[in-house]
């Protein structure tokens, strides 16, 4: 099984520059999450998606924007990249909103710099 | 607001046992989770327990839940190098209507040889 994959694993870009970070997950889950990992910081929510169709902010969602493209697929693009926004990108899924146990699983991630 | 906190750093012998200490401040129904992540890897799920509960065991693991002082453990017993990481501590509360995670920062478990 190959779970939540991203793409890519590594980027490099010029601050103004555009990038898509891509997510799909083969779990058959509902809601999808995009995360960022600063040192000391642990992970903050940038955008998330309770199900096909919507799409929320979360904790950090300026200079970002998602697409829930269909089931697997969620999106997050950086139009003009800003030196602010290098940092370790995860990806995320569970099954269903509500309630219960339903733990996020996660992509390897995504390294981004912005020079 | 919810809030997570861990300790930054914790240093073993291998074969003693590690715990890692995290508190929380949700009161409400609560899910708490145990992640690993190794050097350049995603995070790994360890474990979890519900706020209904006080302990889980599973294998090396023990996660302990003290719910009066919103404090939570995890005990790795006999403690090897293939577990040094770093461990978050994470929560969610269906009640407040939130839809993901809250992570504490990570505590970097070495394990010395």
């Known amino acids: 099984n190959a779970g939540v994959t991203q793409t890519p694993k590594f980027q490099v870009l010029k601050t103004g520059q555009s990038m898509t970070l891509q997510c799909a997950q083969d779990m058959n889950h509902n809601s999808m999450y995009w995360y960022r990992q600063d040192p000391g910081m642990g992970l903050r929510l940038i955008y998330y998606s309770a199900s096909e169709g919507t799409t929320d902010k979360g904790e950090v969602p300026n200079g970002y924007n998602v697409s829930r493209l269909n089931k697997r697929e969620f999106s997050l693009r950086l139009e003009s990249a800003a030196p602010s926004q290098t940092s370790v990108y995860f990806c995320?899924?569970?099954?269903?909103?509500?309630?219960?146990?339903?733990?996020?699983?996660f992509g390897d991630g995504t390294r981004l710099s912005i020079l | 607001g919810e809030d997570v906190e861990q300790s930054l750093f914790l240093s073993v012998r291998e074969g003693d046992s590690s715990v890692i200490n995290c508190t929380y401040t949700d009161s409400s129904s609560t899910y708490l989770y145990w992640y690993k992540q190794e050097p350049g890897a995603g995070l790994q799920l360890l474990t979890y327990i519900f706020s209904n509960m006080d302990m889980k065991q599973d294998q090396r693991l023990t996660v302990l839940l003290n719910k009066k002082d919103k404090h939570l453990s995890l005990r790795i017993a006999d403690t090897q190098t293939g577990d040094s990481a770093i461990y978050f501590c994470a929560e969610i509360s269906y009640d407040t209507g939130r839809r993901a995670l809250t992570f504490g920062s990570g505590t970097r478990l070495q394990v010395q040889p």
């Open positions: 995320a899924s569970s099954s269903h909103q509500g309630s219960g146990n339903q733990p996020q699983h």
